[in-house]
């Protein structure tokens, strides 16, 4: 049979005395399946073999004859193959490549015993997107003389995901998964057999089925989650959607179990030293304590001797152990409203490696001697041995200092708390001069109550303690890193590069339409930053300065080569004060044991020369945390608002896009969103440099940090979304943005994107 389009057959009248060709024997029917080198269906054997009239009837019972014994098999519009043969056009997955860079990929649908053929993928002409492994197509399949099948693209599918995490219900009889990640789009139809017995309303993890590539798809449950209706449930989904481990390995466990302290050896006696915690009143683990002193060199009038002891956790997570390799897999501790997910089992996070008030404990000390305008002279790192006098929280400690007699701080370490904070007013002093970025931002704490449940949302306290703790351990972090580039031993630096160029002349034309003014022709620093800052606050326009200069920023990340940090202002700064919560910590830890010679535990040639994927890694770890905390917050905030509907509520503008507009409420910190169609009767335009959809016949404008009154419309606590709708009055019709001018003095918005007229 000839390829390339097909005709309709001539419709002419047959002659009466003609004969009809006779009716293909089983043999014939297969063998012009087998050999046709395009889609073959009932239209196109019944036009080769000229059957017609009622021997279609006989032709239809012939071919469900063969499919019933599993000799041909359908594929897509009803084409048809022989069994072990691949349709001419299917959907493929990309699987792997071999060393000449070549891609192969499998059949997504395949339900042979047997294993499914490789298939090459033949070099797209037209040049369309790169394909990696797991990217889907949909692909015209011949073989070559070899027998082997080839493929080329026709188009590339939406990556359909092999897992799909969900809620279980029965909708009219029939099972239905709603997925909890909001950005799977579509619902899943689950078969009786397929359910292993789930229950509605339980979370189910379920693989997907080959399904049609429109409406509903197609899964079977793999596991049961237990109850939706169990807020605990919430974050469990978050870890699930992330992929965040939470096993760990037997081997693990039992390394764990069997760690002892060590003995205090080599190590220098730090016990009599009163080193204190401070941490959140609910900490679990205690990795880092601190000390000052007056110093009492002479020649340092008014300076500071300050220690800062973190947990030798070295001395228990050996390199290339059981333990270790969990560790480094997990990257990074989560934290959750209702639980943690520890990078290192109980054993050691919450027993040998914390910092427990009274109980001897391996540790890493660094001491650092300050002036008395917070500028370090030198400092020096000990493997040692520590007994926390205490284990104090931000709150009791700050009390402390203001005066506030509490039995949670013994009076004998009120000489040590007295000059902790003296040091830490000479460490500001420094800050002050270094000008690191100083965006301020509400931050929320939800706390949930003993059955789970969110009890209260409020702001998180901010007192001194806390910034006395950060100055204390940033302190630390660079003489880390210098200590480490000092003796030529490769370091896991934490960077954060300056903003991209194209970033900060969006900010500066955002800044003009405020009357502010960003330093321009010369390098971008922190300082310039904060010049911007101080002239907004108390403003109207301070929230929107202070989101929009944080947005500007890029991400922090781990490497072994060094660029700096932007947002502290430090030329070198390596994360050395968390190991019990953080890989990168650890590897510094190593570092400094092999630069030291402390012993055997230090980091290795091997290890070193893995530094840059490692870093990689451990980046995108801390990324995955991040998203799975804002995920489950984002769910028990769904849950504390799903009552409230119908009710009003102050936020302000947080997001805009096309779509659009994100607010966050200010009371709960929640983010919703009010789609654009709800704004009202005007075209919309997406100013991309302003940060806000303007309309283009009244010139209204929705601008990032605007105040708003809104609404609640609806809350999904599957996918923890909320929807809001703007509540409109006089005041907002006049004033809709702060220091917002006329915009037809400026023309129409630039980068502006067009959406739903809406009416």
């Known amino acids: 049979m000839a390829q390339g389009r097909r005709t309709r057959p001539s419709r002419e009248p047959k002659s009466k005395g003609k004969k009809s060709a006779p009716f293909p024997t089983r043999e014939e029917v297969l063998r012009f399946i087998q050999d046709s080198p395009s889609k073959v269906g009932k239209r196109e054997i019944a036009r080769a073999f000229g059957i017609s009239g009622a021997d279609r009837m006989q032709l239809k019972k012939l071919l469900k004859q063969l499919g019933d014994e599993g000799l041909i098999e359908r594929g897509h519009r009803r084409s048809l193959y022989a069994a072990g043969e691949l349709p001419p056009v299917t959907v493929v997955e990309i699987t792997d490549t071999d060393l000449d860079g070549e891609l192969y990929a499998r059949p997504v649908q395949w339900e042979s015993e047997q294993d499914p053929p490789r298939i090459l993928m033949v070099p797209d002409r037209r040049g369309g997107p790169a394909l990696g492994r797991g990217n889907r197509v949909l692909a015209k399949l011949s073989k070559n003389s070899d027998g082997d099948y080839e493929a080329q693209v026709m188009r590339r599918l939406a990556?359909?995901?092999?897992?799909?995490?969900?809620?279980?219900?029965?909708?009219?009889?029939?099972?239905?998964?709603?997925?909890?990640?909001?950005?799977?789009?579509?619902?899943?139809?689950?078969?009786?057999?397929?359910?292993?017995?789930?229950?509605?309303?339980?979370?189910?993890?379920?693989?997907?089925?080959?399904?049609?590539?429109?409406?509903?798809?197609?899964?079977?449950?793999?596991?049961?989650?237990?109850?939706f209706e169990d807020p605990r449930s919430y974050s469990l989904i978050a870890i699930r959607n992330q992929g965040i481990p939470t096993v760990f390995a037997e081997a693990a466990l039992a390394e764990a179990e069997a760690a002892s302290a060590p003995d205090l050896g080599n190590r220098q006696d730090l016990r009599e030293i009163p080193l204190i915690t401070i941490d959140p009143a609910d900490a679990r683990d205690h990795d880092d304590a601190v000390w000052a002193s007056p110093d009492e060199d002479a020649g340092n009038p008014g300076g500071w001797k300050i220690v800062v002891a973190i947990a030798d956790v070295a001395a228990y997570v050996r390199p290339g152990t059981a333990l270790d390799l969990d560790a480094q897999k997990r990257g990074n501790s989560a934290y959750f409203p209702d639980r943690v997910v520890p990078m290192l089992p109980e054993a050691l996070s919450s027993d040998l490696c914390s910092l427990r008030q009274g109980v001897d404990r391996a540790c890493l000390a660094v001491t650092m001697w300050i002036d008395a305008r917070g500028n370090k002279r030198r400092h020096e790192f000990t493997r040692g041995m520590m007994r926390a006098a205490a284990n104090l929280n931000y709150r009791s400690v700050q009390d402390a200092h203001d005066g506030t007699v509490s039995e949670a701080v013994p009076s004998s370490l009120s000489s040590t708390i007295k000059h902790l904070y003296g040091a830490f007013s000479a460490l500001m002093k420094a800050r002050a001069k270094r000008q690191p970025?100083?965006?301020?931002?509400?931050?929320?704490?939800?706390?949930?109550?003993?059955?789970?449940?969110?009890?209260?949302?409020?702001?998180?306290?901010?007192?001194?303690?806390?910034?006395?703790?950060?100055?204390?351990?940033?302190?630390?972090?660079?003489?880390?890193?210098?200590?480490?580039?000092?003796?030529?031993?490769?370091?896991?630096?934490?960077?954060?590069?300056?903003?991209?160029?194209?970033?900060?002349?969006?900010?500066?034309?955002l800044l003009t339409s405020l009357d502010l003014r960003l330093a321009k022709g010369q390098a971008i620093k922190s300082e310039h930053f904060n010049q911007i800052l101080e002239q907004v606050v108390d403003s109207p326009h301070a929230h929107l300065v202070n989101e929009v200069i944080l947005r500007t920023q890029t991400q922090a990340l781990y490497s072994p080569d060094n660029s700096g940090h932007f947002g502290l202002n430090l030329r070198r700064y390596a994360h050395f004060t968390s190991p019990i919560r953080r890989y990168a910590d650890l590897v510094v830890h190593r570092g400094l044991i092999s630069a030291l010679n402390w012993g055997k535990d230090g980091l290795d040639k091997e290890a070193a020369e893995k530094l840059p994927e490692l870093g990689e890694q451990l980046s995108n770890t801390e990324r995955r945390a991040m998203a799975a905390e804002r995920e489950a917050t984002d769910r028990y905030l769904a849950a504390f608002l799903e009552d409230r509907r119908g009710a009003e509520f102050a936020g302000r503008i947080s997001g805009v896009t096309r779509f659009g507009l994100f607010v966050t409420l200010d009371d709960f910190g929640a983010d919703g969103l009010v789609p654009i169609r709800t704004l009202g009767d005007d075209f919309y335009?997406?100013?991309?440099?302003?940060?806000?959809?303007?309309?283009?016949?009244?010139?209204?404008?929705?601008?990032?940090?605007?105040?708003?009154?809104?609404?609640?419309?609806?809350?999904?606590?599957?996918?923890?979304?909320?929807?809001?709708?703007?509540?409109?009055?006089?005041?907002?019709?006049?004033?809709?943005?702060p220091g917002r001018r006329q915009h037809k003095s400026r023309g129409k918005p630039k980068n502006r994107s067009r959406r739903h007229r809406n009416r």
């Not at 702001?459 to 890193?481: G, Y």
């Open 159 to 227: 990556d359909q995901p092999d897992e799909v995490l969900g809620v279980f219900n029965l909708v009219a009889g029939h099972g239905r998964i709603v997925p909890t990640d909001r950005r799977v789009k579509r619902e899943f139809v689950v078969a009786g057999p397929d359910t292993m017995g789930a229950f509605p309303g339980e979370v189910v993890l379920a693989e997907t089925m080959r399904g049609t590539r429109l409406g509903l798809g197609k899964a079977r449950v793999k596991e049961r989650l237990g109850s």
């Open 437 to 509: 970025l100083d965006i301020e931002l509400p931050e929320l704490r939800v706390a949930l109550g003993a059955d789970g449940h969110v009890e209260t949302v409020r702001p998180r306290a901010r007192w001194d303690s806390h910034r006395l703790i950060e100055e204390f351990m940033i302190a630390a972090n660079v003489a880390a890193a210098e200590t480490l580039e000092e003796l030529d031993t490769p370091c896991m630096y934490r960077i954060h590069d300056r903003p991209d160029e194209d970033r900060v002349a969006a900010l500066r034309e």
């Open 685 to 737: 335009l997406h100013d991309e440099t302003r940060h806000a959809l303007v309309g283009e016949r009244t010139g209204q404008e929705f601008a990032l940090g605007t105040p708003v009154d809104v609404r609640l419309t609806e809350t999904d606590t599957v996918t923890g979304s909320i929807s809001l709708e703007l509540v409109r009055d006089s005041e907002q019709e006049d004033a809709r943005s």
